[in-house]
């Protein structure tokens, strides 16, 4: 009788330990990476110190690395932390309030020798803690994100950085295009011209998968700190059924579509394009007032951005290409722009640049992505 009870005393236990560990085991591989962070974290787009010199140093960009240098460095985004926490999203500022000049953002380290990028203390604090989670302060694309996990982190730096735009607006005033790190704002559904932005068009994806970013691209990634979504990721939740191309091959569709229309609309005015301020992709450099006849453009072979502004790849009749800034073409030299701020390819250009410049062809929100494109298709009409 003793005996049988101490036998079943010991399967119990033994019954609770195995499921005790069994959960711990199961929750450590959800949330601990496997493999080697510090590994994966080099072979990433964020050990890239090359880009934190071109972009945060103020040898490279004077006071701009007060700027660029909050998201594409350690020592800046340090820096700009508590300020963004604080409801000020705008650049690097001293600790009195002023304008970081050279000599302070020199002390922050944002120099070419002492300049580092996203290092493992950028994200994490003492103990590997995210230094952000769950809720995001006002981004410097001008809205916030709540109740994104540990997304909320990612998104500080992957914005459109260029303030709140008004959708319907029938002049933006500017030829701003939005910056390459246009995640957050089509995660969660923001800043589109066209369609109505003000209401809420957040994916499921941002808010219904514990941490958005972070759940697909480490926690469901088989490649942890390189931050890359396997392959597979959408089987995860949606059944083996589900591939990235599902969503990727329409979304690029309209792409196209969108492209083809704006290049149609450039093709008929192309008669009154003169002159042009020409960029050159190879030396970083501009040529004033550079002729170009109008007639001879046979395509637009590209939208992009140059310097933060929308730009065009023209390809000429005899297969030259010349690159131009859509603020930067003129009809003579010291004459009228081709195209004026209102025209409506240019806010077309920043919605075709918001899709593109995400990087997931309309996987982070699907249904924004098609809608967003098919509202500027209508407006293109
Ligand atoms: C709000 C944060 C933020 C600010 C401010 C910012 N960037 Fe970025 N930038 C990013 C992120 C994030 C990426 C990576 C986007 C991606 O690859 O999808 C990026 C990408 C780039 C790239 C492309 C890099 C590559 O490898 O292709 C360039 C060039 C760039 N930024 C220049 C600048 C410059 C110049 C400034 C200042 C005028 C600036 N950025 C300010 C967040 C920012
Ligand atoms: C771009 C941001 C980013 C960078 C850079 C980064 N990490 Fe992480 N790391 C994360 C996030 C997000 C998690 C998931 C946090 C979690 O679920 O606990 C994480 C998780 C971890 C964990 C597991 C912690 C835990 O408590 O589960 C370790 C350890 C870790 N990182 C180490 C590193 C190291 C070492 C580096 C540098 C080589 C690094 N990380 C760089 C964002 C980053
Ligand atoms: C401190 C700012 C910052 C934070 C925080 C940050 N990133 Fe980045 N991320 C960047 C910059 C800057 C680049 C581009 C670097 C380059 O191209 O040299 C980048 C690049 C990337 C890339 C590669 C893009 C490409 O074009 O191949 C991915 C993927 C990425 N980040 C995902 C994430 C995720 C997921 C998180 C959150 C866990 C995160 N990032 C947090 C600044 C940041
Ligand atoms: C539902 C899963 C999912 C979520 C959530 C998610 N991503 Fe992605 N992300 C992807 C997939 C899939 C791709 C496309 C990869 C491809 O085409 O190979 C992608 C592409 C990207 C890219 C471009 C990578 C490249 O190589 O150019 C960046 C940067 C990125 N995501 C960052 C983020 C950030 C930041 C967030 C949160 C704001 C986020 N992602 C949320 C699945 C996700
Ligand atoms: C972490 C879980 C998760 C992953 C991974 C995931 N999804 Fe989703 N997805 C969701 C949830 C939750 C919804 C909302 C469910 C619903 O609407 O029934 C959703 C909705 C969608 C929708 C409809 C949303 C819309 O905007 O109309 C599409 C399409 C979609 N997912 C495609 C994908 C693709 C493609 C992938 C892989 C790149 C993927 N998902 C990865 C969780 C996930």
């Given at each position: 009788?003793?005996?049988?009870s101490?036998m079943?005393?010991f399967?119990?236990c033994?019954?609770?330990?195995?499921?005790a560990?069994?959960?711990m085991?199961?929750?450590?591989?959800?949330?601990?990476p496997?493999?080697?962070?510090?590994?994966?974290w080099?072979r990433?787009?964020?050990?890239?110190r090359?880009t934190?010199?071109?972009?945060?140093?103020?040898e490279?960009?004077?006071?701009?690395?007060?700027?660029?240098?909050?998201?594409?460095?350690?020592?800046?985004?340090?820096a700009?932390l508590p300020?963004?926490?604080?409801g000020?999203p705008?650049?690097?500022?001293?600790?009195?309030?002023?304008?970081?000049?050279v000599?302070?953002l020199?002390?922050l380290g944002l120099?070419?020798?002492?300049?580092?990028?996203?290092?493992?203390?950028?994200c994490?604090?003492?103990d590997?803690?995210?230094?952000?989670?769950d809720?995001?302060?006002?981004?410097?694309a001008?809205?916030?994100?709540w109740?994104?996990?540990?997304?909320?982190?990612?998104?500080?730096?992957?914005?459109?950085?260029n303030?709140?735009i008004?959708?319907?607006?029938?002049?933006?005033?500017?030829?701003t295009?939005?910056?390459?790190?246009a995640?957050?704002?089509?995660?969660m559904?923001?800043?589109?011209?066209?369609?109505n932005?003000t209401?809420?068009?957040?994916?499921?994806?941002?808010?219904?998968?514990?941490?958005?970013?972070?759940?697909?691209?480490?926690?469901?990634?088989?490649?942890?700190?390189?931050?890359?979504?396997?392959?597979?990721?959408c089987?995860?939740?949606?059944?083996?059924?589900m591939?990235?191309?599902?969503?990727?091959k329409?979304?690029?569709a309209?792409l196209?579509?969108?492209?083809a229309?704006i290049?149609r609309?450039?093709?008929?005015?192309r008669?009154?394009?003169?002159v042009?301020?020409?960029w050159?992709?190879?030396?970083?450099?501009?040529t004033d007032?550079?002729?170009?006849?109008?007639?001879q453009?046979?395509k637009v072979a590209?939208?992009?951005?140059?310097?933060g502004?929308?730009?065009f790849?023209?390809?000429?009749a005899?297969?030259?290409?010349?690159?131009?800034?859509a603020g930067?073409i003129w009809?003579?030299?010291?004459?009228?722009r081709v195209f004026?701020?209102s025209?409506?390819?240019?806010?077309?250009?920043?919605?075709?640049?918001?899709?593109?410049?995400?990087?997931s062809l309309?996987?982070?929100?699907?249904?924004?992505?098609?809608?967003?494109?098919?509202?500027?298709?209508n407006?293109?009409r």
């Amino acid at each position: 009788m003793r005996k049988r009870s101490y036998m079943k005393l010991f399967a119990v236990c033994g019954v609770i330990l195995f499921f005790a560990v069994a959960l711990m085991l199961g929750r450590s591989s959800a949330a601990v990476p496997q493999g080697n962070p510090a590994s994966e974290w080099a072979r990433s787009k964020h050990a890239n110190r090359e880009t934190a010199i071109a972009e945060a140093t103020v040898e490279r960009r004077g006071t701009t690395a007060a700027h660029c240098g909050r998201c594409h460095s350690e020592q800046g985004f340090l820096a700009w932390l508590p300020q963004l926490l604080a409801g000020d999203p705008g650049l690097i500022k001293k600790p009195d309030g002023s304008a970081a000049d050279v000599e302070y953002l020199s002390r922050l380290g944002l120099t070419v020798d002492r300049v580092q990028p996203i290092t493992c203390r950028t994200c994490h604090g003492e103990d590997f803690e995210p230094r952000i989670r769950d809720n995001t302060p006002i981004l410097p694309a001008g809205f916030d994100a709540w109740a994104v996990g540990e997304g909320a982190l990612c998104m500080t730096c992957h914005n459109t950085r260029n303030g709140r735009i008004q959708w319907d607006t029938a002049d933006p005033g500017r030829y701003t295009a939005p910056h390459e790190s246009a995640q957050a704002d089509v995660i969660m559904g923001k800043n589109s011209f066209f369609l109505n932005d003000t209401v809420d068009r957040a994916s499921a994806h941002a808010l219904f998968t514990s941490d958005s970013c972070v759940t697909c691209h480490l926690v469901l990634g088989k490649n942890g700190h390189t931050f890359e979504p396997s392959e597979t990721v959408c089987a995860n939740c949606h059944g083996p059924s589900m591939t990235i191309q599902f969503v990727q091959k329409p979304i690029e569709a309209l792409l196209d579509q969108v492209k083809a229309a704006i290049e149609r609309r450039i093709l008929a005015v192309r008669d009154r394009i003169g002159v042009v301020r020409k960029w050159d992709p190879a030396t970083d450099q501009y040529t004033d007032n550079f002729p170009l006849d109008g007639r001879q453009i046979a395509k637009v072979a590209e939208i992009l951005s140059v310097h933060g502004q929308i730009a065009f790849r023209f390809t000429l009749a005899d297969g030259q290409e010349v690159y131009a800034r859509a603020g930067e073409i003129w009809d003579k030299p010291d004459g009228q722009r081709v195209f004026a701020t209102s025209d409506p390819i240019i806010r077309a250009c920043w919605n075709y640049l918001l899709i593109e410049h995400d990087g997931s062809l309309g996987v982070h929100n699907p249904s924004f992505a098609r809608d967003v494109l098919t509202a500027t298709l209508n407006a293109l009409r």
